[in-house]
């Protein structure tokens, strides 16, 4: 069956550190997505892609990046990790690039920063 | 802009007992709405969605959802509640103009009692 993977699941790292969190669909969809969850913040956007070489900036992007080299990943890196960046991080995907369509979520990385 | 009210934080019933959440939305046009269930340590799943149409739509594991457009509100609901039901409930409304996202609600976080 098709999935959609994160790893890690856990990860502790210290502050000022890179960080890269790995998203991988074997759905073939074109459109990724990131989200982190904070409490009483429900999920936001930080960046998507609708496709290879395509990146977007959502609506918390600052001090994150995405690079989309192929269909299947999306790894998200924090360039210099800090405490405010302590969340839970979602990556998803759909297959049209449209509102309606579902987005599939992986299982999600709590990312913990000290 | 465009916002998703989740009014209530922490909701617990019955096992057997019926089931709402609230959900209010604020949105110029038409809204494309959704509910997600996200069950302990796991991805968010979709339980259903409405775009247009009948405004009492079916979802998956028993749930409901009615689309009141004169209250701008899509509440959930559940005749009788599971104890496998226990999770956080997330309503969500799909941005059509412009970038394709989802504007997530804060959550509503579901206890069954047995």
């Known amino acids: 069956d098709a999935e959609i993977t994160q790893s890690p699941r856990h990860k502790i790292t210290e502050t000022g550190r890179q960080v890269t969190l790995a998203c991988h669909q074997t759905w073939n969809h074109n459109n990724m997505f990131w989200y982190r969850q904070d409490l009483g913040h429900g999920l936001r956007l930080i960046h998507y892609s609708y496709g290879v070489q395509d990146t977007n900036k959502g609506e918390v992007s600052d001090g994150y990046s995405v690079s989309r080299s192929n269909t299947e990943d999306l790894p998200l890196t924090l360039e210099s990790a800090a405490s405010s960046q302590t969340s839970v991080y979602f990556c998803?995907?759909?297959?049209?690039?449209?509102?309606?369509?579902?987005?599939?979520f992986g299982p999600g990385t709590r990312l913990t920063v000290l | 802009a465009q916002s998703v009210t989740q009014p209530d934080i922490h909701i617990t019933v019955s096992e057997g007992a019926s089931l709402e959440l609230r959900c209010n939305y604020s949105?110029?046009?038409?809204?494309?709405l959704f509910w997600y269930v996200q069950s302990p340590g796991q991805g968010l799943q979709l339980l259903l969605k409405y775009f247009s149409g009948d405004t009492l739509v079916q979802g998956i594991k028993g749930f409901e959802a009615e689309f009141k457009r004169s209250q701008s509100s899509f509440n959930l609901r559940k005749p009788s509640v599971h104890w496998s039901d226990a999770a956080e409930y997330f309503c969500?409304?799909?941005?059509?103009?412009?970038?394709?996202?989802?504007?997530f609600g804060t959550g509503t976080r579901l206890k069954v009692l047995a």
């Open positions: 969500a409304v799909g941005a059509a103009s412009g970038t394709y996202k989802y504007i």
């Open positions: 998803a995907s759909s297959e049209q690039k449209t509102v309606t369509d579902t987005q599939y």
């Open positions: 949105y110029g046009a038409t809204p494309y």
